[in-house]
T-cell receptor
Framework: NAGVTQTPKFRVLKTGQSMTLLCAQD?????MYWYRQDPGMGLRLIHY???????AKGEVPDGYNVSRLKKQNFLLGLESAAPSQTSVYFC???????????FGPGTRLTVL | AQKVTQAQTEISVVEKEDVTLDCVYE???????LFWYKQPPSGELVFLIR??????QNEISGRYSWNFQKSTSSFNFTITASQVVDSAVYFC?????????????FGPGTRLSVLP
C-alpha cells in the first residue's frame, strides 16, 4: 500500500497563477484533510472532508478551494496564488474523526 | 476555544540523556483526544500516540513514555536515553470528541536535537 501520496512534491508559482494539489489515499479512509505548515506555527487545517462529495472549512480556508469527487482523492486548489501562500502543504487521511491521521510526504510551494 | 501550547521551541541534549517535551492544552470539552506526532528531518509526520480524556493512565513504549495529567491540562512526552535518531520536531495535538466540527489543533512544535 502506498498510504497517502501527494502530487507534486515541489512547485514554484508566480503571484496570480493557479494550481491544484492532488492527494490520494489507498486505505479507504472516509476523512481527508489539507494542512499548511509554516515555521513556528505547527500545522493549520485548511479544509477537510468527512466523505466523498463533502467538504468543509478549517481554520485557514481563505484563498483555497477543495473537491472530493472520489473517496480516494482530495484536491486543493489555489485560484490566484499569493506570496502568503508560500508554505509546505500536507494532506492526511483517517478512518474516524478522533483517530490517528496518516500524512502524505508534503508539497513545498513557493509563490514569487 | 481549543489551544495547544508547547513552550519549548528548541531543546538540545547529548545522546543518552533523558528529555521531556512539554504540552499544555486548553479545551472546555470533557471529551477530547490528545496526540503526539514526530516530524524527522525527512519531513514526514509520524503518529506516536493517542490518548482520550478519560484515560489518565501513563503510557510507556520502549524508550518513550507519556504523562497525562488532567489536573494541570498537560500531556508531556519523555524520551529516555535519547538517541541521535530521536532528533526531530515533535508536535502535540488536540481534538474535541463532539459530533460536529473538526477542530484538530496542533501545537507549534518542539525541535529536539540529540547530539552524539
Amino acid at each position: 500500500n502506498a498510504g497517502v501520496t501527494q502530487t507534486p512534491k515541489f512547485r514554484v508559482l508566480k503571484t496570480g497563477q493557479s494550481m491544484t494539489l492532488l492527494c490520494a489515499q489507498d486505505m479507504n479512509h472516509e476523512y481527508m484533510y489539507w494542512y499548511r505548515q509554516d515555521p513556528g506555527m505547527g500545522l493549520r487545517l485548511i479544509h477537510y472532508s468527512v466523505g466523498e462529495g463533502t467538504t468543509a472549512k478549517g481554520e485557514v480556508p481563505d484563498g483555497y478551494n477543495v473537491s472530493r469527487l472520489k473517496k480516494q482523492n482530495f484536491l486543493l486548489g489555489l485560484e490566484s496564488a499569493a506570496p502568503s501562500q508560500t508554505s509546505v502543504y500536507f494532506c492526511a487521511s483517517s478512518n474516524g474523526k478522533v483517530n490517528e491521521q496518516f500524512f502524505g510526504p508534503g508539497t513545498r510551494l513557493t509563490v514569487l | 476555544a481549543q489551544k495547544v501550547t508547547q513552550a519549548q521551541t528548541e531543546i538540545s541534549v547529548v545522546e543518552k540523556e533523558d528529555v521531556t517535551l512539554d504540552c499544555v492544552y486548553e479545551t472546555r470539552d470533557t471529551t477530547y483526544y490528545l496526540f503526539w506526532y514526530k516530524q524527522p528531518p525527512s519531513g514526514e509526520l509520524v503518529f506516536l500516540i493517542r490518548r482520550n480524556s478519560f484515560d489518565e493512565q501513563n503510557e510507556i513504549s520502549g524508550r518513550y513514555s507519556w504523562n497525562f495529567q488532567k489536573s494541570t491540562s498537560s500531556f508531556n512526552f519523555t524520551i529516555t536515553a535519547s538517541q541521535v535518531v530521536d532528533s526531530a520536531v515533535y508536535f502535540c495535538a488536540l481534538i474535541m470528541g463532539d459530533n460536529y466540527g473538526q477542530n484538530f489543533v496542533f501545537g507549534p512544535g518542539t525541535r529536539l536535537s540529540v547530539l552524539p
